[in-house]
């Protein structure tokens, strides 16, 4: 089984890669703002409060982003392994990742953190709140607290997983193609391991 943590700032092209993994590794994407969109659409109680959080560019409790992973885990049924989109954005969150994972003898593989400057985030955010109807990324305001939040808050998880020996970096800018190769070579590295 393949466990991955595909990780960088809102807008460094997790998403984008993510589908290219997806298809290689034959994964399941575990998207936490697929996840919090889906429940916004269908107006849940989860997705009304992740809503407050995530209208003002805030991080979500980490209790209940932990609560609708292992849901979603469980929910998936026999899978050749996980790619995690967008999580976890905490210290708190990869510690219980890395619990509910080892209790299931499939521990994370690789943590590759996609390394993208601010200036070319705030192109990348704005391009997509109009291309993609995302309202979450449509104020200027918003993306530079996303940023922040990012920066301040989230960040520090490449910390834990470096401790763990489990990361890598990838500059995620340049042609879409030549990041995709460079995310799969540390991939194919980190399963030799």
Do not use: W
Request: proline fraction near 5%.
């Amino acid at each position: 089984m393949i466990n991955l943590i595909l990780f960088g700032p809102p807008g460094a092209g997790k998403g984008t890669q993510s589908a290219r993994l997806i298809e290689k590794y034959s994964l399941t994407h575990i998207s936490t703002g697929d996840l919090f969109r889906k429940h916004l659409k269908e107006g849940t109680p989860l997705g009304k409060l992740a809503q407050e959080y995530m209208s003002k560019g805030n991080l979500v409790p980490d209790q209940v982003v932990i609560d609708m992973v292992d849901d979603k885990i469980r929910s998936t049924g026999n899978i050749q392994g996980i790619i995690f989109d967008g999580f976890p954005r905490t210290i708190p969150q990869a510690e219980a990742l890395d619990k509910l994972l080892n209790g299931k003898n499939a521990p994370i593989n690789a943590f590759i953190e996609l390394l993208v400057p601010e200036d070319e985030l705030r192109k990348r955010l704005a391009s997509r709140a109009a291309k993609e109807n995302r309202p979450d990324d449509a104020k200027p305001e918003v993306i530079e607290n996303r940023i922040s939040v990012y920066n301040k808050e989230t960040a520090i998880v490449a910390d834990y997983y470096k401790k763990m020996k489990k990361y890598s970096s990838v500059i995620g800018v340049g042609e879409e193609e030549q990041i995709f190769n460079n995310i799969c070579r540390e991939v194919d590295k980190s399963l030799l391991m």
